[in-house]
């Protein structure tokens, strides 16, 4: 499975962007998804996660209720949308998927035996 990470870029303070995770290679039904940053300076971190058919969505708690995570299997695509960007939600964003994640692990980067490259994110005031 390749995926390709895609949608960042220079926003302002309260903006939105949606992120969007394309598969290739293979289909990802049947995979957990999730979105991970890396902020400058700081190490990788969860941001949200969609179940393997996609009835359950996990986020991290700073961003809760602003942005939504969100699959269209038949487009092999799981996006993430970000309204009410913040300065701390500059970092580079990466998507991962696993066939088997579960939900003990899926904020977990081990979980994901598949990574996209990373697209950047940056919020200005």
């Known amino acids: 499975v390749q995926l390709q990470a895609s949608g960042g870029g220079l926003v302002q303070a309260g903006a939105s962007l949606r992120l969007s995770c394309a598969a290739s290679g293979r289909s990802i039904y049947g995979y957990a998804v999730a979105w991970f940053r890396q902020a400058p300076g700081m190490d990788r971190s969860f941001v949200a996660a969609i179940s393997r058919v996609g009835g359950n969505e996990y986020y991290t708690d700073s961003v809760k209720g602003r942005f939504t995570i969100s699959r269209v299997n038949a487009r092999n695509t799981v996006y993430l949308q970000m309204n009410s960007l913040r300065l701390d939600d500059t970092a580079v964003y990466y998507c991962?998927?696993?066939?088997?994640?579960?939900?003990?692990?899926?904020?977990?980067?081990?979980?994901?035996?598949?990574w996209g490259q990373g697209t950047l994110v940056t919020v200005s005031s």
């Open positions: 991962a998927a696993g066939p088997s994640v579960i939900t003990s692990n899926l904020a977990s980067q081990n979980a994901y035996a598949h």
